[in-house]
């Protein structure tokens, strides 16, 4: 059994100054929770994905979330 790295790069333009850098993005099909507690708690095979929801510009600090617009206006 091969083992499916949790994290891949994806290359993104900062949303402020325009300059490429990669990022780490979990794998979609690990975004499920494996199980859930009677609590609601939630269980994660890997990496918890809402730690990289948040990226950060290397070049400027500009931070900005999956969700984002891709550029400011
Ligand atoms: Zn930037």
Redesign the pocket.
């Known amino acids: 059994m091969t083992y499916l790295e949790p994290l891949y790069s994806i290359k993104v333009n900062?949303g402020?100054?325009e300059?490429e850098f990669v990022t780490s993005r979990v794998r979609p099909s690990l975004k499920r929770a494996v199980r859930r507690d009677a609590d609601f708690c939630s269980y994660y095979k890997e990496e918890n994905p809402d730690y990289y929801v948040v990226r950060v510009?290397p070049?400027?600090g500009?931070a900005s979330t999956e969700n984002s617009v891709s550029k400011l206006a």
């Open positions: 900062c402020n100054c300059r510009c070049f400027c500009f």
